[in-house]
Nanobody, 121 residues
Framework: QVQLVESGGGLVQDGGYLRLSCRAS????????MGWYRQAPGKQRELVAR???????EYLDSVKGRFTISRDNAKNLAYLEMNSLKPEDTAVYYC???????????????WGPGTQVTVSS
């Protein structure tokens, strides 16, 4: 079994800072790309940031320069540092990872349960 769990969400004021963490655990053989997605009420889920196992990154245009994605491959961890938060960043943030288990011979897509980020104006 593989578990993907996020932490670090919460309530902050406009202009504030939060750091989200995501840990993959269980029967993990290797972790490929990891990503952060978000979904606000009434809106579709969107990719916020993604990082490959080699460290290449991509970002949603509206968060470029404010958010930074990073990872610790040895610990199967991914982080999302969020600076200058805005009310429009309010959403449930989900971690996603491409994981190969000890049993499978290929990567599959796993998701965490999500963590709420609320930015007050």
């Amino acid at each position: 079994q593989v578990q993907l769990v996020e932490s670090g969400g919460g309530l902050v004021q406009d202009g504030g800072y939060l750091r989200l963490s995501c840990r993959a655990s269980g029967t993990v053989f290797s972790v490929g790309a990891m990503g952060w997605y978000r979904q606000a009420p009434g809106k579709q889920r969107e990719l916020v940031a993604r990082i490959t196992s080699g460290g290449d990154t991509e970002y949603l245009d509206s968060v470029k320069g404010r958010f930074t994605i990073s990872r610790d491959n040895a610990k199967n961890l991914a982080y999302l540092e969020m600076n200058s938060l805005k009310p429009e960043d309010t959403a449930v943030y989900y971690c996603e990872a491409d994981i190969k288990t000890f049993r499978s011979g290929f990567e599959s897509d796993y998701w965490g349960p999500g963590t709420q980020v609320t930015v007050s104006s």
